[in-house]
């Protein structure tokens, strides 16, 4: 009885299976086409017939060649992991548990640069880089880029910190731990799951920009991939080799989707618990 | 700002620490090599935590807002450097700048469009998988991959879905008898704009709906049960009942739409460039073309984006007060 009800249950909600996964196709589409049309035949690319990776051939010996551009892409991503999470652990554990003259005032000017826009900076950051020497730099770019990255990470790592209990870190202290022993050893460990997210974050931030390096980067064999890939595009004769587009699109994506599959249900609890308590 | 029980009641130690001030732990008996940091005074021990990031923030965000500020109001180009004050001439020539209209009213136009789209399409979709079972969790898996892309990569994406020669789009269409001549994506002003808003909602509505699902976890169970047993149906209960209680987070929601798609680039920067006929110049890349491309006139270009900034705030200010006058 029951086995036959769930039956037709079933059968009735028929169309709502259909509609609901017609829908996750329609978001997946694009990047299974794009994976499937990079190492398809096609006119006009590298890969005329037959199977193959004959786009990624063109993209390998691209101007400095990926293996160029995809070396300075990790380089930048992961310096601005490191500056983030290194700065923003320091800043949230100071903003969480110390007092000091000027706390307030430098938390709420850390989180105004999300209220200016990216372009307005960025025009005095270019001539800014220049005059420090950091002009053409990947350091100079991962230093932006970890500005860019502040608000979001100080917030997340000061509500971390605070949700640490305090007894935790008195005990440390009270068995004589200095404060800089107490986070490393006790509050650290405490807070990882905010470390995660803001290094997630920064990297995905870092990989997928594109008008910081798009300004402040404008010699062609130190651009991160996104900017070459789009040069790629107008590079042979005019003609847009749309084959090694796709392929630098899979190489660009295949990171990030990796990434977030593993981390997914890290990713949306840790932005679903730090949205709820913001 | 958040779980102020921890920073605003002290907890016993706390107090005994804040008075043994520059005395160093005279409440508490120094043992062990490690007693020499905590002479250092606990507010000094704060600064010094936080030292990394107020560098970071004086550098690199102070810093370049006064000297984007002296920028706007100085002749000011990109090879030749800062050869003077010449204020309020930037300004002038800004705000006279003949693609400086066509610009803001096709960034408006845009903003709008998307706003309303793409946070309908996320409140419908978070609707949907609102709800933990296996297939609403593959579902939400599904529409959230899109959001791990980058913006530039996802635009690279379309550009070759849109693109003429490697589009699977149009041959479909032919094939399924829905038009007689391709499709072109990007070719007419309208199109281009269309296809642009098509490729944001595939990018973002995953984002917008985790947004909004935390929102609907909000809603107490019981709210919907009392509407339920007073005979209410679906569509009172979403109307009465869902719609008023997620509105703080529909406007955070609008907000951050609002204000990413007044600032939209990398999108038209790499779908259209522009075109056609610059029909689809958005304000930001106004202000690149000003800096980096044919003009090269930084401080022209730095007098928009300050422009740009205080629209900006001036909107936003007005955001959260309308936010807060309706929560009153």
Known sequence: MTERSTGVQALARTPYYVLTGGLAILFLFPLVWAAVASVSPQGGTAQTDGWGFGNYETLATFQAGIGRYLLNSTVVSLLAVLFTVSISMLGGYAFARFRFPGKNVLFMITLAILMVPYATLLIPLYVLLNALGLQNSLLGLALVL??????????????????????????????????????????????????????????LAAWNDFIAPLILISDSSKVPLPLAVANLRGQVMGIVDYGATEAGVVVLALPCVVLFLLLQRHYVRGFMSGALKG | MANTTHTTIPTVPEVARRRAGRGGGARRPVTGPSGRARRVPRSLQGWLYAAPTAVMVLIFFVVPILLVVQMSVSDWSLFAGNRGLNAPDNFVDASQHRLLWPAVTFTLKYTVITTLILLGVALGLALVVQEST????????????????????????????????????????????????????????????????????????????????????????????????????????FARITLPLLRPSIALCTILCVTGSLLAFDQFFILTKGGPDNSTVTIVQLVYNMAFAGQNHLGLAAALSVMVLVALLALNALQFRGLRGRED
């Open chain 2, 134 to 237: 296996r297939w609403k969790n593959g579902l939400r898996t599904a529409i959230l991959v899109p959001s791990a892309l980058g913006l530039a990569s996802a635009s690279l994406l379309f550009y070759a879905l849109y693109s003429p020669q490697s589009s699977p789009i149009n041959p479909a269409l032919a094939a399924l008898g829905v038009v007689d001549r391709p499709v072109s994506f990007l070719g007419t002003p309208d199109s281009a704009l269309w296809s642009t808003v098509f490729l944001i909602v595939w990018r973002f509505a995953g984002f917008y709906m985790l947004l909004l699902m935390v929102g609907l976890q909000g809603i107490s169970g019981d709210v919907y049960e009392a509407a339920r047993i007073d005979g209410a149906n679906r569509r009172q209960i």
């Open chain 1, 146 to 203: 970890t500005m860019f990255q502040l608000p979001f990470a100080t917030f997340m790592m000061r509500i971390s910190f605070e949700a640490v209990p305090r007894e935790l870190e008195e005990a440390a202290l009270v068995d004589g731990c200095g404060t800089f022993r107490a986070l490393v050893q006790v509050l650290v460990p405490a807070v990882k799951p905010g470390l995660i997210t803001v290094g997630l974050f920064a990297f």
